[in-house]
Every structure is written in C-alpha cells, then in structure tokens.
C-alpha cells in the first residue's frame, strides 16, 4: 500500500516559517562579507567644519580598504554637534542593523555614544576624542586610537620647548586660552597637571576659558592684550580660531608666537580662507599623517578626484584618524570573521597595525582600549598650508618666529 | 586698565546695537500683530546668507547690501504675512507656535542644503582695521554696523511716528477692535507689520554678517538673543529693542572681562531673570 505523503498541519507551517524568519538574521549574519559600520560625525552645528573634514575621510575609506582587502559598509550619520543627537542616532544605528560604530570627534558626543555601545555591546572605535575619561571608566566595547588630552599636552609641550630652542625665541610669559567643552577643559586639566613640571622656559600668567560658540571673542582677547604675554597659548575649535586671531588683530596685539599643544582650529581649510596671510606662522602640536606611507599615498590618491575643492594636506589629520578607525573595525572583522559584538571587540583589542595613515608605531590597544604610543609633529602654517617642521626626521621646513607683524603680510 | 574697561564697554555697545536691530523686528511684529515669531533667528541667518551672496556674486558690500536685503526682506514679510500667517491670526498660541517653527526649521534645513553646514565669512578689505581715538581701539565693521543700526532704527522710529501709514499701524496696536471701526484695512496693515519687521530682520542681518561668519546653526541662538533683548527692554517697545541690544552687549563684555568669558551668558540671563522680578514688563514696555 502505497502510503500518500502526509499534509504538513497547520500549526507546523506556521512554526516552520517563523523559526525561518527568526533565522533570517543569524544567516544573513554568518554570510555578510562586509562589516557595516555606522560613523558619526559633527557634519552640521558649531564642529561642522571638523566633522565634514573627517567626513570627506569616511567617504574614501570603502574604496581605500578595498584595495587592502577590506570591505565595509558604511551608514553616515551626522550628530548635529549634539550630545543628545549623537547618542540617539547610535542607538537607532544599531537598531538598523550597525555591527561597529565609528566617531565622533567630540570627546561629549563619544561619551554618550560610549554608554550606549557598551549597553548593547557593539564595538566603538573613536577617530578624535581627547578627553582622558573615555579609556578611564572601564568600558569593555570601546577603543581609542587617538591621544588623550594628556598625551597631547605632553608631546605638545615637549615639541613647543624645542621649537623655542630651534628658533631661538626668548619668552617668557604665555597665557592659555581655551573652549570651555569637554575637550577644552580636558585639555586645561592636562596644562594645569603637566606644565609644572614640563621645564618649560616661559611662564604661565593667566589660564582664560571661553564659550566655543560666542559670537565674539573681543573681551577675551582684551584680558590676554592686558597680561601681554610672548605667546598665547589656544585650545580652539575651527569657527572660534578665526575669531581669536582676527580681534588679535583688530586690538593690534602682536605674541611672538600663537601655539596650539594640540587643537583643530589653527589648521583648518576654513581658517585658512578667512584669514589670508594671517593664518601663517601658527603652530600646531599634532599627531600628523605619514606622508611616506603606503597608505597614507593610497589615501591621498583616492582624495583627490573624490573632493577636487579640498586639499588632502589640510584634511589628513580628520580623514587620516577617521580612516584609521575604519581600518581598526575592518581589519578586526576580517580577524574575527564575524560581526558579533565579543568576538569583534576581542579582535579589535587585539589590534596589531604595522600598515597604517598616521606617523607612529604599530596600532595597538593597551588594557584600558587606548593606543599609547601616538607622537605627535610640530606644524606650522606657511602660505596658508600645514608644513611640519619637527621633529627633525620628519621635518619639511625650518619654523620661522618669532612670527612677522600682521601689518604687510602677503 | 580704565582704558581696558572703557574698550570693553565700547565693543559690547557697539555689538549690542546690532543686536537691538535684529530683535527690533521681533518687537515690532508681536507690538502689532501678536504674533510672537519662532523663526526670527532662521529669518536672521536667511539675510546673513543674502548678504554673503551679493558679496560673493556681485562684490557688494554688506553695508551697502543692507538697503537691497531690507526691501527683498520687506516684500518675504508682507507676502509671508497675507498667505501664511494672516489664517493663524486668532488662532491657538500653541498652533502659531508649530507654524513659525516648521518655517524656521524649513528655512534653516534649506540653507544646510544649500550653502552646507560651513562658516562663510566675508572678507572686507576693511575686516581687520580698527580706530585708534585716544585709548579707545574702535573695531571699524564694528562702529559702521553699530551707526547704521540706528539710522535705520531712526528711520523705522521717524516711519511710525510721523507717517501716516505708520499711525495707523500703531492704532492698530493700541485697539485693533477701533481701528477695523474707523475702516483701517486690518489685514493690510498687519501684512504691512510684518514686512517692516523683516526688512528690520534683513538689515541686521546684513550688518550681523560683518561681524560673525554666517553659518545656519547660528539661528536657534539668535532667536534665543532676540527674545532676552526684547524681554528686558519690554515686547513691543521700538526703543526698548535698542536698549535690551546694548545692555545685553554690555553686560556681556563687562562679565566676560571682570569674571570668566565663558560665563558672559549667565550674566545675560541673570539679566533677564532680574527684569522678569521687578520689571515684568521690561524697561521700556508698558504694563499690559
């Protein structure tokens, strides 16, 4: 007797779907080739001009690691220079399915992020966020690979004492200005902790926080005028660097020397067009791209024809730290071989990068999820382009100061 | 030092003018057709970008920008006024609310579209100088913007005091019921407003835009600005606007120099905060 095959019940089809629906994910997991990332950066509000130059970094990225054998795709996503968006958007990020997040150039905006990332335990990977708190609260599912305040103070002071040394400047008074954000006040704690003990051969009269935000910067640079320091010492962000040396000039205040042991703002595309010939001779204290490495060229290669109104030399500091993040995500996920929160976070710790963007060794992750071993260059502003002039090995030019008077430039 | 203090003063005065005009336009349209306007920082930073653009396409100074900014502005109020705002008159506080703010937010998210998050700043061969009179160091965009804040402020003041559209527009403020009996055309007059608090709206911004770099997150605190000045100096009050703009700009400065910079603000509010006490009606309003 033939036995006819039996009609599968009702109740069988309907749990025989839905396990297939609930599985859908699991496999679609298993089979993804690309990581998906979600990087959120500052692109609107008062970060804007920073956050779109670490943008135009992220956009390059897939194309660049494709040719390294990575491959990655991104969610792009702009926290409006906001807390409250930044930690909102990562949320519905990971709800839509984001594997890693990448940000935000904001030491606040992170910090939100931070608590949402280890709440759902995805990894984070930070591009820019100085402020120390980030590796220091014990967060399992986050690293950065970026100096902390402190770091940045540290090699920024060490680099201005040479610089004085190399030009042989006498100074001898600075005073510090900075924003009253996270990271300006991270910044301020490092400068109050380090400078001390630093050696260096000025001394600081007056420490001066200002609102990144205001309108103006006139009184602030009348409290500076009125200790007449030899160099002023900034913490800024784009917008507000333009203002602080434009009343400088206004008020006809001539430092020796304007010096950043480590901020945006003196370096930006757009500080360069809204001051001219007056954005020269600034100094900066950053980590800075590599421009012998492979790459780094690969980078500025793809830069080009991607963003013909904007100069790779200008950008690389954002686009070369954004990259890098994106490379540390990807590189892990290829390791890892899956997009799983643990086993990606366990490969992005045990990151070991000798190939990579910016100058510096290998990127590894100390216990904390820090990169401790990031230098960082002296650069300075000539003809309205970054040019590193310390250390000596990396150096394209000698630093000129103390710097020329404002009158008859260019 | 007197000298430091009498700069600081200068500078924040000079500021604070500015400030006046720009919430002038706030103060005169709610003085007149109560409508309290949540856009008025988009509208500020639309006029910012006006201006940049005849600079940018046309060489046009800002200063000299001003006049053709008002007028367009001018004709963007009356024509806001008659389609947009004319059927909310009477209407809920709360769904005037949501209309003026759905317009900020569609002007200031066109402007991101458009000129992208990114300050523009205007590059005046003039942008850096400054006058030396005696101790005093005057910032010259400073002083020219402040100057022609009040003539316009003046000539808005001479519009309404001594013309006799401008009379009817202030009947309208003092008792709308006896005006629309007397057969002034309502509706004309409010559309009327509403244009001359946007070319007021138009002017500062066109000044504003020597001295700040234009950028759209800037709206959300104009706006802010705008109604602590006309809430100190008094809602409604022509010259209350001006006084609000100076004191504010003063405060501020003399805050920033004697404590901490970053806490000029908090000196504003307090301001604020002070006036609401003992002068709820501010320092020129009238009590309603």
Not at chain 1, 53 to 70: N, T
Not at chain 1, 384 to 395: F, Q, S, W
Not at chain 2, 94 to 105: K, R, Y
Not at chain 2, 267 to 277: A, D, K, W, Y
């Amino acid at each position: 007797m033939l036995k006819t095959a039996a009609h599968p019940h009702r109740r069988q089809v309907l749990a025989g779907t839905a396990a297939a629906v609930l599985a859908v994910p699991a496999i679609v997991r298993a089979q993804a080739s690309a990581l998906k990332i979600a990087v959120l950066l500052p692109r609107s509000g008062y970060l804007a001009p920073s956050g779109q130059s670490c943008h135009r970094g992220a956009l390059i990225a897939p194309q660049v690691l494709a040719q390294f054998g990575h491959r990655v795709e991104l969610i792009h996503i702009d926290t409006e220079s906001s807390v409250d968006v930044a930690r909102n958007q990562t949320e519905r990020a990971i709800n839509e399915g984001a594997r890693c997040v990448v940000g935000a150039f904001d030491s606040a905006a992170t910090l939100a992020m931070a608590q949402v990332c280890e709440q759902r335990q995805v990894p984070l990977v930070v591009n820019i966020a100085g402020a120390p708190q980030l590796t220091e609260q014990g967060l399992k599912f986050l690293v950065r690979n970026f100096p902390t305040g402190g770091q940045l103070v540290v090699n920024g002071l060490k680099l201005i004492k040479d610089v004085l040394a190399a030009t042989k400047l006498a100074s001898k008074t600075a005073v510090f200005i900075h924003a009253n954000d996270t990271f300006g006040t991270a910044q301020r704690a490092g400068m109050d902790r380090i400078f001390p003990g630093a050696g260096m051969p000025f001394s600081l009269v007056d420490s001066i926080a200002y609102d990144p935000t205001a309108q103006d910067l006139s009184v602030e640079v009348t409290k500076i005028k009125a200790r007449n320091p030899d160099i002023v010492l900034v913490v800024t962000r784009a917008g507000d660097a333009i203002k602080l040396v434009r009343d400088m000039v206004r008020q006809r205040f001539e430092p020796q020397a304007i010096m950043s042991p480590g901020s945006p703002g003196l370096y930006d595309e757009e500080f360069y067009q809204a001051l001219g010939p007056l954005a020269d001779y600034h100094l900066c204290s950053l980590p800075w791209a590599d421009p012998t490495a492979q790459m780094s060229q690969a980078l500025e290669a793809a830069f080009k024809p991607a963003h013909p109104n904007f100069r790779f030399v200008v950008d690389s500091f954002n686009a070369g730290f954004t990259f890098e993040a994106l490379l540390v995500a990807a590189d892990a996920f290829k390791r890892a071989g899956a997009a799983d929160g643990a086993p990606l976070m366990q490969a992005v710790r045990e990151t070991n990068l000798k190939d990579h963007v910016m100058i510096g060794p290998p990127i590894r992750f100390d216990e904390k999820g820090q990169n401790p071993g990031i230098p960082s260059a002296c650069v300075q502003n000539r003809n309205r382009t970054p040019v590193v002039v310390l250390p000596p090995e990396v150096a394209t030019m000698a630093a000129v100061l103390p710097q020329p008077p404002w009158q008859g430039r260019g | 030092m007197s000298s430091l203090i009498l700069n600081v003063v200068v500078q924040g005065g000079l500021t604070g003018l500015v400030y006046g005009l720009m919430a002038l336009g706030l103060s005169v349209i709610f003085g007149v057709v109560r409508v309290v306007n949540f856009a008025h920082g988009e509208l500020v930073v639309l006029a910012m970008y006006a201006a940049f653009e005849l600079w940018r396409s046309f060489g046009l100074d800002p200063l000299v920008g001003t006049l053709p900014v008002a007028v367009v502005f001018f004709g963007l109020g009356y024509l806001l006024q008659t389609t947009l705002i004319n059927p909310f008159i009477g209407r809920a506080e709360h769904e005037q609310f949501i209309l003026l703010v759905g317009l900020g937010m569609v002007i200031v998210n066109g402007l991101l579209m458009i000129f992208r998050p990114d300050a523009r700043p205007i590059n005046l061969a003039y942008g850096f100088d400054s006058y030396e009179v005696g101790p005093l160091l005057i910032y010259k965009v400073n002083l020219l913007a402040g100057a022609a804040a009040v003539v316009v402020a003046a000539a808005l003041f001479v519009f309404f005091r001594w013309t006799a559209t401008g009379t009817a527009i202030r009947a309208c403020a003092d008792n709308l019921t006896g005006a629309a009996v007397v057969g002034l055309n309502v509706r004309r007059l409010y559309a009327l407003t509403f244009g001359i608090g946007l070319a007021c709206v138009g002017a500062a911004g066109a000044l504003m835009v020597t001295i700040v770099e234009v950028r759209p997150a800037l709206a959300p605190s104009f706006t802010l600005l705008a109604f602590i000045i006309v809430i100190i100096g008094g809602l409604g009050s022509m010259g209350g606007a001006l006084l609000g703009g100076v004191l504010i700009g003063v405060s501020e400065a003399l805050a920033g120099f004697f404590f901490e910079p970053s806490m000029k603000s908090m000196f504003s509010f307090g301001l604020l905060i002070l006036v609401l006490v003992l002068r709820p009606q501010g320092l020129l309003g009238r009590r309603a």
